[in-house]
């Protein structure tokens, strides 16, 4: 490594001064691996089907907000589903700090750790388009899924891990506000717009009006974006729109998420073997409250399917609230060991993620196919999606739980 690179890497707040063989490995970070865990758990408890289950308990108020709480909000706003991608963004940020600094102890150089990182940036690209594609008679070509928003964004949070953190909070700043700025600028859809010809229906209550409304469903600049960048690869049929309103740009925004996951890894091991409560705890608040004055000032709204700047911020808030409580119940209350089934998943994450979008209907398919149906009636039929879903979950689980006794951790 030349010598103007190793003195900015020393400068750098994730890496210490001293020679790196001088410095012990540094233990994993408990809480961060239990938050990951839970964040995995999330998104595979999917196959528990609560909405299901609330369709059976109408009147019940439990199952409803259960069931609200396990899908995602159909645009502005906020349920715990919608905290899925936002926690893994920000939790890949946490973890650069440490993943750049293992290799540089072992003698990996600058070029090495870059090349490292564009290979590992298409592989997530890569899988994400191959898992979306499962269900397709051919290649399906989509970028906004969260391996592909992660890898679109990795390789440039990785250059900016090495600069001093004054220019990391300036990256953060102008990605946030030329972002904003870019969809301010493009027109806003008029009166007489055809949101039925971009798949929007006819009772959507969703709209905003006046200023907002440069952030409506599949009428904004990200949805032009992505009209001429899909449209670039081979299709089955023309891109027309994203039936959920997501688009290919919202990386460039979901890399302010990765990049305050980056901040937290770095406030991590600079207070070591402190924890910083306090700085988290302020972070969380100054973001949570930056980005409901953008909603409700009608600035920015917050909606996370397009990830909106003030997504960004809100999200990141709350993603800070989340590493203070694991952080508080695991460091520094000392009470790690209720965090093991977790942890199991949270090691794991890749792992986790590739069981739950390739294993669900094997594993649900064979369970009825040697077990029946009945089985899963014990407590009512109104029960069976759930009694079902905690099976499949138990085996998630035990999957995991294998791998980690047997030290197999999948890595990109």
């Known amino acids: 490594m030349s010598s103007a690179i190793q003195a900015e890497y020393s400068q750098a707040s994730f890496v210490p001064a001293p020679a790196a063989s001088a410095v012990q490995a540094p233990k994993r970070n408990v809480a961060v691996d239990a938050y990951r865990g839970l964040v995995m758990l999330l998104m595979m408890g999917e196959v528990m089907n609560f909405a299901k289950v609330a369709q059976a308990y109408p009147g019940s108020l439990f199952w409803r907000i259960l069931a609200y709480n396990q899908t995602h909000v159909q645009w502005a706003g906020l349920g715990l589903h919608d905290m899925i991608q936002p926690s893994f963004t920000f939790l890949v940020g946490v973890a650069l700090p440490y993943s750049t600094y293992s290799r540089m102890r072992k003698g990996q150089t600058f070029g090495r750790l870059l090349l490292h990182t564009i290979w590992r940036s298409l592989l997530l690209i890569a899988l994400g388009i191959f898992l979306r594609s499962i269900d397709s008679t051919q290649t399906y070509f989509t970028f906004e899924d969260t391996l ?15 600069c001093r953190p004054k220019w990391q909070w300036a990256a953060f700043a102008a990605i946030l506000f030329c972002y904003w700025l870019a969809w301010a600028l493009y027109p806003a859809p008029g009166p007489h717009f055809d949101y039925a010809a971009v798949g929007v229906p006819a009772d959507w209550h969703h709209n905003f009006t006046g200023f907002a409304s440069h952030w409506n469903k599949n009428s904004n600049l990200g949805q032009a974006f992505d009209l001429w960048f899909l449209n670039l690869f081979p299709r089955i ?118 069981i739950a979008h390739l294993w669900e209907n094997f594993i649900i398919s064979s369970l009825h196919i040697n077990l029946g149906y009945r089985v899963f009636q014990v407590f009512g039929s109104g029960l069976e ?11 998630y689980w035990l999957v995991l739980f294998w791998m980690y006794r047997n030290k197999i951790f999948l890595r990109i």
């Open 237 to 354: 049929s023309p891109f027309a729109f994203n039936d959920g309103g997501y688009l290919t740009l919202s990386f460039i925004p979901t890399l302010g998420t990765m990049l305050l996951g980056l901040f937290a890894g770095q406030w991590f091991r600079a207070s070591a073997p402190k924890i910083p409560l306090r700085r988290f705890l302020i972070a969380g608040l100054i973001l949570f409250c930056a980005g409901l004055l953008l909603h409700f000032t009608g600035v920015c709204p917050i909606v996370k399917r397009v990830w909106t700047p003030s997504w960004t911020l809100f999200s990141g808030g709350i993603c800070f609230f989340f590493l203070v409580a694991f952080s508080w119940i695991i460091d520094v209350k000392d009470h790690p060991k209720w965090a093991f089934p977790l942890v199991v998943v949270g090691m794991n994450s890749i792992a986790a993620y590739l």
């Open 385 to 395: 999606p759930l009694m079902l879903g905690i099976t499949v979950m138990i085996l």
């Open 148 to 162: 592909t928003q992660i890898g679109l964004g990795y390789t440039f949070a990785f250059l900016l891990a090495f």
